[in-house]
């Protein structure tokens, strides 16, 4: 079964710390792995998409990994600030070529203290 | 370029009445879908279109939901009659190409539909 399971549930940091979520996936045929932003009340914002072959992706202060033996990423954002407080979504695309479909995790809830 | 549009923003009724939502791509985007957000969940997917196409509406409970894309453009999702349990945030996303070519998915802020 398809399956995106992230981690921890929830973190609560102090601005300026450094942080990092998981996500771990049980899809096949992979295509791609998606980590999405969500503030409340928003829709998601796209922070990276990373492929097979790609182990780092870099956005600003966020910076994803991609590990396709062990099926494990990272999201790690650094120097965090109080907007960095959302929900963050692991995303994997499972893919062929007469479908594709994106597997959903179920997030992981980020507050930033000053 | 203008992002994914979505109306209402929320909408209160009451169980057994109907509601539809609209949502407005990204101009040129070829793929729509429509996903349920229930609180403290991901996003899951009801359908998605492919041009004016139904390309997957495996989770669509359609003795209860509908959704339409005419000329491949704008989309409206319909329930009808809603279920206490449809309480949710529904979520329109575009892209341009299938996400299987990583090509990003755009969402719109969705609609926040609380049904008593």
């Known amino acids: 079964k398809n399956q995106v399971e992230q981690s921890p549930q929830s973190l609560i940091i102090l601005e300026g710390k450094n942080c990092t979520l998981q996500c771990n996936y049980t899809v096949s045929p992979f295509s791609n792995l998606r980590w999405y932003k969500q503030d409340t009340g928003r829709g998601p914002v796209s922070l990276t998409i990373m492929t097979f072959s790609e182990n780092t992706k870099s956005n600003g202060r966020y910076t994803a990994t991609l590990d396709a033996d062990t099926k494990q990423s990272s999201l790690h954002i650094t120097a965090s600030q109080l907007s960095d407080s959302a929900s963050y979504i692991c995303v994997v695309s499972a893919g062929s070529y007469n479908t594709d479909k994106l597997i959903f995790g179920t997030g992981t809830r980020l507050q930033v203290f000053p | 370029e203008a992002g994914v549009a979505q109306s209402p923003r929320y909408k209160i009724i009451e169980k057994r009445q109907s509601v539809a939502f609209w949502c407005n791509p990204i101009?040129?985007?070829?793929?729509l879908y429509w996903y349920q957000q229930i609180l403290g969940q991901g996003p899951k997917l009801l359908i998605q279109f492919q041009n004016n196409g139904v390309v997957d509406d495996s989770q669509l409970p359609k003795d209860r939901f509908s959704a339409e894309r005419l000329k491949g453009v704008d989309s409206t999702l319909k329930i009808q009659p809603a279920k206490l349990e449809d309480s949710a945030v529904y979520l329109c996303?575009?892209?341009?190409?299938?996400?299987?070519?990583?090509?990003?998915?755009?969402f719109g802020n969705g609609t926040r539909l609380t049904v008593t």
């Open positions: 996303a575009s892209s341009l190409n299938r996400v299987l070519y990583n090509s990003p998915l755009h």
């Open positions: 101009s040129g985007h070829a793929t």
